[in-house]
């Protein structure tokens, strides 16, 4: 019998956000379109609690607008154009909820919701994902991840289930991010690509922590990750890792 061959994981980083505006509902189309097996979106509270879509804590990079993401309620936030900073073709591109994101790519590929607190004690947006989450029942077609040790303590108090990733960027002692990924029960370390070593990814799988580094978008680097074992790789270009050797 043939061994059993290792999945590798073409995760599109906000979408497919090398070609369409990043956590658009075009980037998760395009990423669909490009066969990604997984979608990384990061998520954010609006004033009035919604859960959306967006990488910064304000609108500067995405709209020209220099408005705190989390002063505008959902119907504030609808009014601007996340597309057209990325090219004219998307102009007029809607930010989109945590929710629709789920509906446009359940049952299709798995969604990998990472929450973004800003270290905020106050718990909610982890609270309100997890509500989300729930209420839809899809806690079996998420990876929940965060830099934020807390908020993923308490998804993990919340659903028992679920997959989690723990992000690293590179800063500290990654055997002390093994620790926490192990008492947190996490499926995922999710380091940044340059601190990886094959000694950590060895480490790693010996917990059975299955490793993806961000953001790597040359094949040539995936081919190196991918005989260090690595399991997949966050990439904001998936159509360059099928059908190719990398
Ligand atoms: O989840 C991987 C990666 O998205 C983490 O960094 O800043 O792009 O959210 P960032
Ligand atoms: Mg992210």
């Given at each position: 019998?043939?061994?059993?061959?290792?999945?590798?994981?073409?995760?599109?980083?906000?979408?497919?956000?090398?070609?369409?505006?990043?956590?658009?509902?075009?980037?998760?189309?395009?990423?669909?379109?490009?066969?990604?097996?997984?979608?990384?979106?990061?998520?954010?509270?609006?004033?009035?609690?919604?859960?959306?879509?967006?990488?910064?804590?304000?609108?500067?990079?995405?709209?020209?607008?220099?408005?705190?993401?989390?002063?505008?309620?959902?119907?504030?936030?609808?009014?601007?154009?996340?597309?057209?900073?990325?090219?004219?073709?998307?102009?007029?591109?809607?930010?989109?909820?945590?929710?629709?994101?789920?509906?446009?790519?359940?049952?299709?590929?798995?969604?990998?919701?990472?929450?973004?607190?800003?270290?905020?004690?106050?718990?909610?947006?982890?609270?309100?994902?997890?509500?989300?989450?729930?209420?839809?029942?899809?806690?079996?077609?998420?990876?929940?991840?965060?830099?934020?040790?807390?908020?993923?303590?308490?998804?993990?108090?919340?659903?028992?289930?679920?997959?989690?990733?723990?992000?690293?960027?590179?800063?500290?002692?990654?055997?002390?991010?093994?620790?926490?990924?192990?008492?947190?029960?996490?499926?995922?370390?999710?380091?940044?690509?340059?601190?990886?070593?094959?000694?950590?990814?060895?480490?790693?799988?010996?917990?059975?922590?299955?490793?993806?580094?961000?953001?790597?978008?040359?094949p040539?680097?995936?081919?190196?990750?991918?005989?260090?074992?690595?399991?997949?790789?966050?990439t904001?270009y998936?159509g360059r890792f099928?059908?190719?050797?990398?």
């Amino acid at each position: 019998m043939e061994p059993a061959v290792k999945p590798f994981l073409v995760i599109a980083h906000r979408g497919a956000s090398g070609a369409a505006p990043e956590n658009t509902q075009a980037s998760l189309r395009l990423a669909m379109d490009l066969h990604a097996d997984m979608i990384e979106v990061d998520v954010r509270l609006s004033r009035d609690g919604v859960p959306i879509l967006s990488h910064d804590a304000t609108l500067a990079r995405c709209t020209g607008h220099k408005i705190p993401v989390d002063s505008l309620t959902l119907e504030e936030l609808r009014r601007y154009d996340f597309g057209g900073w990325f090219s004219s073709e998307f102009i007029g591109e809607p930010i989109p909820t945590l929710e629709e994101a789920l509906h446009l790519v359940r049952a299709r590929v798995p969604l990998n919701i990472e929450i973004k607190t800003d270290g905020a004690v106050s718990g909610e947006t982890e609270e309100r994902v997890v509500e989300l989450v729930a209420r839809m029942g899809v806690e079996n077609q998420v990876l929940v991840s965060s830099f934020d040790e807390r908020a993923l303590q308490s998804v993990r108090r919340a659903l028992p289930r679920v997959k989690l990733g723990v992000l690293y960027d590179g800063r500290g002692d990654w055997q002390a991010f093994l620790r926490r990924a192990e008492l947190l029960k996490a499926a995922a370390f999710h380091p940044e690509e340059r601190s990886v070593t094959s000694e950590m990814v060895r480490t790693f799988h010996r917990s059975r922590i299955r490793v993806f580094p961000y953001v790597v978008d040359a094949p040539e680097r995936a081919a190196e990750f991918r005989q260090w074992q690595v399991d997949g790789v966050f990439t904001n270009y998936p159509g360059r890792f099928h059908n190719t050797s990398a």
